[in-house]
């Protein structure tokens, strides 16, 4: 068994990792951002 994987799919698998990683990244700072909106607002309630 060589590791020399067929150029399809060494691209299907470099396509997956980086939807992969960019799903992660883009998760995150959605999820970061929708915390950080609900503690503004909740903060901001608190205050009014």
Known sequence: ??????????VVIGRVELVGVAGLIIGFWIGHSRVMVCSYYAGWIDHA
């Open 1 to 10: 068994m060589g590791h020399q994987l067929p150029q399809w799919l060494r």
